[in-house]
């Protein structure tokens, strides 16, 4: 789950810089491509590796056919652990998409201010996409997010684990929605299908 955050953050930066960059992507060169790979992976294990060391733990999530971390632990070494991954693991990467995402459509707006007509039309799918994709990020991982936090935070046997399994399953999938997005909303690819 947390890749998958992860890799849409550094995916929505890499989109910004290719499409306000100066100079033409190289087709030929995966630097970019596998540093991006390499630090999603990384980060990911930094904040996944905690509970093998005793900062939170894991276990059975939901009615106990997945394993996540301990959501219904309420000491103050669960709790903080909690709140990083909720901060570091939700919070920014969705900073970092709004971010990457408004400095993107800005700079197509400037564009299509010099390009009136296929400038307006170019912004408005982008916008779409763009919005599509946002919340389609908030639809997935907000639900479990609210989940962890109530269990965590709420009132004791608040979430029930029937009540905690669509929401697990939105998040698991979230990796699967973004390409889908993009291929129909994008012109070249659905051109070429």
Not at 16 to 42: F, H, P, Q
Not at 47 to 64: C, D, H, K
Not at 93 to 116: D, E, H
Not at 159 to 169: D, F
Request: charged share 10%.
């Amino acid at each position: 789950g947390i890749v998958s955050l992860i890799s849409l953050a550094v995916l929505s930066y890499e989109r910004y810089c290719t499409m306000t960059g100066t100079t033409e992507a190289d087709t030929t060169n995966y630097r970019k491509t596998w540093t991006g790979i390499v630090l999603s992976w990384t980060y990911s294990l930094v904040w996944t590796a905690p509970p093998l060391f005793g900062w939170s733990s894991y276990g059975p999530e939901g009615p106990g056919t997945t394993c996540s971390v301990n959501w219904h632990s309420r000491d103050a070494n669960n709790a903080s652990y909690i709140i990083c991954l909720f901060i570091f693991c939700l919070l920014i990467p969705f900073v970092i998409i709004v971010y990457s995402y408004g400095k993107l459509l800005c700079a197509i707006r400037q564009v299509s201010g010099i390009n009136q007509g296929m400038g307006r039309t170019r912004e408005q799918r982008i916008l779409i996409m763009v919005v599509v994709m946002v919340i389609c990020f908030l639809l997935c991982w907000l639900p479990y997010a609210t989940v962890a936090l109530l269990a965590t935070f709420g009132k004791p046997g608040l979430i029930t684990p029937a009540a905690s399994i669509i929401p697990s399953i939105l998040a698991k999938s979230s990796t699967v929605y973004n390409p889908i997005i993009y291929i129909f909303m994008n012109k070249q690819v659905s051109k070429t299908l």
